[in-house]
C-alpha cells in the first residue's frame, strides 16, 4: 500500500502544480477534471503525512525510551501507546480512502420519480419523495433544477425529473435509486383506512458530450404543441421536444420551457445520462437486470425503502436499517440513512464483496 502512496504523493505534486498553469486555467474542461483529481487526492496525501509523521513520533518515543530514566519512562509509555493508537486509526482511514472510486463520483445527478402502483396517491408520494430530496438538496447546498414536471389532478405528480449539481451530490444520491413504498392513510380515504402504494425513482449520472458521443444521424426528433398546464406561450407554440435515440430506443421528451431550444437541451442531457447508464450496465453485462433492480415495475412488492407514517419509521430493506424520524427524514434529514448505506457499501468493498 506505501508502495502505492508514494507514486500517489508524485502525482499530487504534479496536479498541484498543473492547477497554476495558464494552459489549465484557460481550459475549462482540463481545469474541471484537473480540480477534480485535486480533490480526490488531497485527504489521502494528507492522511499519508499524518501517519508518516506519527511514525516519526513514535519512532523517536521508542529511542527516548530505551535510556530513560525511571521519572520519564511512564510518560514516555504514555506517548508511544498514544501514538500506536492513532496509527491504527489513520492507517484504516486511508485504507478506505484508497477503495476503489465510483467513476460518478463528482458528477451531476439527474432524478426521474414517477407515482406507480396506487393511483393518485402513489403520485402524491411521488411529490413528498421530491419534497424530500428538494429538503436534502438544501442542506447540502447542492443546485437543484426541476426539467420537466407532470402534475396530477390532486396536485402529486406522475412524473417529475430534475438535476441536483454539487460536488458529493452523486456521493450521497446513488444509494436512492428503485421502489419506495408508503404505509398511510391516504388523503382520498374516507375511512382511514392504511393503503400501500408506491413510487420509483431513478439515479443518473449526468454525462457530458466527452462522455457519450451521440451521432445526430442516430436521433430522431419530433417537434409538437405542448399539452396540460403551462404558462403564456407554453401551450401556444410548437415548443415541445422528442428525441428517440434509435440504436437503443430510448426516447426523452421535455415541454416545460417556452423555447425549443431549451427543452431540446434538456432532453439532450437527459438522454445522455440515459445512454452512460445502459452503457455503464452493459458493462457490467448486467443492463435489464440492472435497471430492473433499480426501478422494477413499481409494484408494492418490490421496494428498497418503506415509509410508514403510523409509526413515524423508515426501514431500507436492502441493509435492515430502520430509524423512527420519519417526518424528519421527509424535510430532507436524510443523512442517518445515507450514512449507514455507504458504510455498508465500504465494509463490502473492504471484504472484496462488491
Not at 20 to 45: A, F, N, W
Not at 49 to 72: H, K, T
Not at 233 to 245: C, E, F, L, P, Y
Not at 329 to 347: F, I, M, Q, W
Amino acid at each position: 500500500m506505501f508502495e502505492r502512496l508514494s507514486g500517489l504523493e508524485d502525482e499530487y505534486s504534479a496536479v498541484e502544480a498543473q492547477l497554476s498553469e495558464p494552459e489549465i486555467i484557460s481550459d475549462s474542461h482540463k481545469l474541471r477534471d484537473v480540480s477534480r483529481r485535486y480533490r480526490e487526492l488531497t485527504p489521502v496525501i494528507e492522511t499519508y503525512r499524518a501517519i508518516q509523521a506519527r511514525r516519526g513520533d513514535l519512532q523517536a518515543a521508542n529511542e527516548m525510551l530505551v535510556g530513560a530514566g525511571s521519572d520519564d519512562r511512564e510518560m514516555l509509555k504514555g506517548e508511544v501507546d498514544e501514538a500506536e493508537t492513532e496509527l491504527v486509526k489513520l492507517e484504516e482511514e486511508l485504507r478506505l480512502l484508497l477503495l476503489p472510486k465510483d467513476p460518478n463520483d463528482g458528477k451531476a445527478v439527474i432524478v426521474e420519480i414517477r407515482g406507480a402502483e396506487g393511483g393518485e396517491e402513489a403520485n402524491l408520494f411521488a411529490r413528498d419523495l421530491f419534497e424530500m430530496y428538494e429538503g436534502f438538496a438544501s442542506r447540502h447546498s447542492w443546485k437543484l433544477d426541476v426539467l420537466s414536471a407532470d402534475v396530477s389532478d390532486m396536485g402529486g405528480y406522475n412524473s417529475i425529473t430534475f438535476s441536483l449539481n454539487g460536488d458529493d451530490a452523486w456521493s450521497r444520491m446513488k444509494f436512492e435509486g428503485g421502489p419506495h413504498r408508503v404505509q398511510r392513510v391516504p388523503a382520498t380515504e374516507s375511512q382511514g383506512r392504511i393503503h400501500t402504494s408506491a413510487a420509483t425513482v431513478l439515479v443518473l449520472a449526468e454525462a457530458e458530450e466527452v462522455d457519450v458521443e451521440i451521432d445526430p444521424k442516430d436521433l430522431q426528433i419530433d417537434i409538437y404543441r405542448a399539452s396540460g398546464p403551462g404558462g403564456q406561450g407554453v401551450n401556444t407554440t410548437d415548443s415541445a421536444v422528442r428525441i428517440t435515440h434509435r440504436p437503443t430506443g430510448l426516447m426523452v421528451a421535455m415541454q416545460d420551457e417556452r423555447s425549443q431550444l431549451q427543452n431540446r437541451a434538456k432532453a439532450m442531457l437527459v438522454l445522455r445520462a440515459r445512454l452512460l447508464k445502459l452503457r455503464e450496465d452493459e458493462a457490467a453485462a448486467a443492463a435489464s437486470v440492472e435497471r430492473r433492480a433499480q426501478v422494477g415495475g413499481g409494484s408494492r412488492g418490490e421496494k428498497i425503502r418503506t415509509y410508514n407514517y403510523k409509526e413515524n419509521r423508515l426501514t431500507d430493506h436492502r441493509i435492515g436499517f430502520t430509524i423512527y424520524r420519519l417526518q424528519d427524514v421527509l424535510l430532507g434529514d436524510l443523512d442517518d440513512v445515507v450514512d449507514a448505506l455507504t458504510t455498508d457499501e465500504r465494509a463490502r468493498q473492504l471484504a472484496g464483496d462488491s
